[in-house]
């Protein structure tokens, strides 16, 4: 009888497996160097934040009188609790980390092409569901670090036109950030949200097994086909990274405890008050632009030609190979390089400009139609020059103006988080 048992738990996890993968895949795509895990590793924090924010909820009491304490005992005496809670939110910056360079290896590698188009629709929206996740997630141990981090976005959001401050409104359940904002997002990040991204990521896996796997190199007359079994040559590598990533993440979490700033002061703002790290990119572009511009207009625009992308012709890379082949990857270290350079002499010179005591303008025309219009000519420009004068391809000149903005925005956010101190004053070392 347990023989027996033991042969349908074998046969009900196989084939599990078998829904999430296709039977067989091309042998060169279990190459650790074509995914390095990334969608593995992606999924193994989405299992250990959902084990241990089930664990938590156990001693977390969701509302103001008693969500602060409760984290507070949580981290007391060396509690296992404390632990948990750890790698809860280890887990969850990882995570984010993780996802967003995921979603740069399937564009670097050319796999939103033919046949999984809709997947990179699917995969943006785990990333925005993921952010979510981190967000809601943010304001629960109720601290001053959370509470002035969702103040600031939530005033951001309110920037938005239209339905901006309508939104606002409802995630805060009120004019102000109290009780029902917590009990709001504690119901979002622990039951609206996981029935998302669960719903959601089992349609990506579905996806990628319809499209047989992990995307590989057009195949050549000369090239390998061999086909293998996923079980257990796939399985295996996957089992073998989830583990040493279990393995990092439970030491990690050991050592180094989660931040917990004082009780939440609605009347004392710390100095600088800053957003969650991975929104910072944001409200660093909000000290630099129109409100409606950085909140609204440019990351809508950014959003918009990532969803179109895929039905683009010929913007996708080779598939398979990284930025297309040694070309790409010259062509990706010198807009990289000219981006973060031109990203901080910018931001260094408008610093210049504001402690020089010089009228900065903050109409929209000034600080946003006028930057707007500029950033969309040297994209063009830039794409015209890449593709008549120095005979790039349509997919390397788009490569290379996705590499541009991604750069600018990773280098918005490291000022934000290390660069900004009291006053949210500029700390780099030539201002």
Known sequence: MTLLSGRARSGSLRGFILHIHPAKIASETLRFSLTFGLGGISVMLVIILAIT??????????????????????????????????????SGNLLIISAALHLLRVFFTGAFSTGRKW????????????????????????????YWAVTIFLNMIGYIPVVGSGLAQLLRGGDEIGTSTLSTFHAIHTAVLPFCLAIVLLFHFWLIRKAGGVVQRSKTSDSSSEMVSVIP????????????????????AALFDAPLA???????????????????GLQELLMHLHPVYAICIFP???????????????????????????KGRQLTLRVFGGSVFMTFVLLVVDEKIKSAGEAIATDAVTRGFIPLSITIVLFIAGYYLLTRQFTYS??????????????????????????????????FPLV
């Open 394 to 427: 349509r997919a390397e000149a788009v490569m290379a103006g996705f590499v541009s903005a991604i750069t600018v925005m990773i280098c918005l956010t490291v000022t934000g988080v290390f660069f900004r101190g009291p006053g949210m004053m500029l700390l």
């Open 233 to 252: 040559h796939l399985i295996v590598r996957e089992t073998a990274v989830g583990l040493c990533l279990l393995a990092f993440v439970l030491l990690f």
């Open 300 to 326: 809508a625009l950014g959003l918009f030609c990532l969803l179109v992308l895929p039905w683009i012709n010929n913007s996708s890379l080779p598939k398979g190979n990284w930025f297309g082949g040694k």
């Open 262 to 280: 004082e009780h939440a002061n609605p009347g004392m703002s710390p100095n600088p008050a800053k957003a969650a790290w991975f929104l910072m």
């Open 53 to 90: 924010g089930i664990l938590q909820s156990i001693s977390y009491v969701p509302e103001i009188g008693g969500a602060y304490t409760s984290v507070v005992s949580m981290q007391q005496g060396g509690n296992f609790s404390g632990w948990i809670r750890n790698i809860h939110y280890w």
């Open 119 to 146: 997947n990179w629709v699917v995969g943006l929206g785990l990333l925005f569901l993921l952010f979510a996740a981190n967000f809601t997630g943010y304001l629960l141990p109720w601290d001053q670090l959370s």
